[in-house]
């Protein structure tokens, strides 16, 4: 793919005090604040998500990710009473989902009855440690149990934590706010986090200031909830997400290329599909490209991001950009912004504070 070199993932991290991870998003969306990086001087600004407009310039286009999150997440219980969570990971073309799991002695033909909208499920097929096929009894259609017994799939980070503090693990805040204004196609089981920043506002206002804006669709799998766990970062398997770069979008990034305008990538979803579609000439379809550094970006020209765990691959993501655009060492770049982002409170991931990239 291109001169990826080899990394430990151990170098993949850094400090991150507890208090700066994000539980619930802020009062306003475009309220978050926006680290500017500008990766060739090695230097950043600090500015608020309402100043994008001033980092972007007439004939740019803005790649947004139309992804919807479905409520994934369901908690069942077996005949015996026992508990299982679940996080619905897609349908297959038989008409069965596919889930993860977690619960004690599960094996075919267990029923499991939802909590929420007295859904009928069953186990029929354990297809890799902890995910199962299931067949749902009343025949409604997934996306219809979803939204009736399903809950908002965030982070175990988050759940997590919550939990600690008595809080609840979804809410109507999070139903509303753990998606994007302009989500439109059903199918992700995370959000791109990215995007959570804007309004409509907002939108309107940088289509008035001459940037353009297009929508491609990645379907957020649950590998953005997986840490990388070998030691050795190109051994990591990248989970496959689906996607498709819609024709009206392929267009627009012929026009702002041929015009001399920027690609800007609304988050490391988008980055990944166009980046895909770059390299293959596939509009649509599965990836499990990993960028990392020593990788080369053919489309994107500026990349918009949350602030990302440590030993992540999308920490390696951001790095290797921060290499095309300029930084002689793109890990160093982003430790050093990520320290100046601790150091001013910034808050941390899904919920957390965006940064942009150029």
């Given amino acids: 793919m291109g001169g990826e070199r080899p990394l430990r993932t151990e170098d ?9 991870i994000a539980l619930h998003p802020p009062a ?6 926006l680290m500017a990086v500008d990766c060739a001087a090695g230097e950043w600004r ?6 994008l407009p001033a ?16 409520p994934a997440r369901i908690v069942a219980r077996k005949p015996t009473g026992g508990r299982v969570e679940g996080l619905w990971l897609g349908e297959r073309p038989d008409g069965r989902g596919l889930f993860l799991l977690s619960g004690s002695r599960l094996r075919p033909g267990t029923e499991l009855h939802t909590a929420n909208g007295g859904y009928r499920l069953r186990l029929t097929e354990r297809v890799a440690p902890g995910r199962w096929l299931l067949e749902d009894e009343s025949g409604r ?3 219809r149990l979803l939204a009736e017994a399903g809950a908002t799939p965030l982070p175990p980070y988050i759940r997590s934590r919550r939990e ?20 439109a196609r059903d199918g992700a089981v995370a959000a791109p986090t990215a995007g959570l920043h804007f309004d409509q506002e907002l939108l309107v206002g940088l289509r008035a200031a001459g940037v353009a804006t297009a929508t491609l669709t990645l379907h957020v799998g649950e590998g953005t909830f997986l840490p990388v766990t070998t030691e050795r970062l190109e051994d990591h398997p990248m989970h496959a997400e689906r996607y498709e770069v819609p024709a009206a979008a ?23 599909a166009l980046e ?6 596939r509009a649509a379809g599965a990836t499990e490209l990993f960028l990392r550094p020593g990788s080369r970006f053919l489309l994107t020209d500026a990349l918009l991001t949350n602030f990302h765990t440590p030993r992540s691959t999308l920490l390696a993501l951001v790095a290797a950009f921060a290499e095309q655009r300029g930084a002689p060492d793109g890990l160093a770049l982003v430790k050093r912004a990520y320290a100046a982002a601790v150091a001013r409170r910034y808050r941390f991931y899904s919920y957390g504070d965006a940064s942009f990239w150029c």
């Fill in 12 to 20: 993949l991290d850094f400090p991150l005090p507890e208090e700066l």
């Fill in 28 to 33: 306003e969306r475009t309220a978050s604040r």
């Fill in 46 to 51: 600090h500015l608020g998500f309402r100043d």
């Fill in 55 to 70: 980092l972007l310039r007439p004939g740019d286009l803005l790649v947004l990710n139309d992804t919807r999150v479905v």
């Fill in 141 to 143: 259609g997934w996306l």
């Fill in 164 to 183: 600690r503090a008595g809080e609840p693990d979804d809410s109507p805040e999070d139903r509303a706010r753990y998606q994007t204004v302009f989500a």
């Fill in 250 to 272: 392929r267009e627009s990034i012929e026009r702002t290329r041929a015009a001399g305008g920027r690609i800007v990538a609304a988050g490391t979803t988008v980055c990944r």
């Fill in 276 to 281: 895909s579609f770059a390299r293959d000439g």
